[in-house]
């Protein structure tokens, strides 16, 4: 079955950096693009970031401060947070596929100081 993991998150002071990791198995990792969606609190969900087919896209809201990466043999996907702000405070989930079908439980990040 698929599984995904969310890992990372914590508390930190704006202008700070902080690295996420989704551990994923059940599936061909390295078949299926994957995505970083995050929902800050009382909003809806924002998607921030995907990873597939050799490319990578960002929200416009964190274009230059996030990075998105992953390693297949490790069934592994991250998201480097550099230079963090209040607005960033959400829960992060991984989420597979263009089609999203599976998340992960998500992975609570809070900047704040």
């Known amino acids: 079955q698929v599984q995904l993991v969310e890992s990372g998150g914590g508390l930190v002071q704006p202008g700070g950096s902080l690295k996420l990791s989704c551990a994923a198995s059940g599936f061909t990792f390295s078949s299926y693009t994957m995505n970083w969606v995050r929902q800050a609190p009382g909003k809806g969900l924002e998607w921030v970031s995907n990873?597939?087919?050799?490319?990578?896209n960002y929200a416009d809201s964190v274009k230059d401060r996030f990075t998105i990466s992953r390693d297949n043999a490790k069934n592994t996907l991250y998201l480097q947070m550099n230079s963090l702000k209040p607005d960033d405070t959400a829960v992060y989930y991984c989420?597979?596929?263009?089609?999203?079908?599976?998340w992960g439980q998500g992975t609570q990040v809070t900047v704040s100081s």
């Open positions: 990873s597939g087919g050799g490319s990578t």
């Open positions: 989420a597979k596929g263009w089609v999203v079908d599976y």
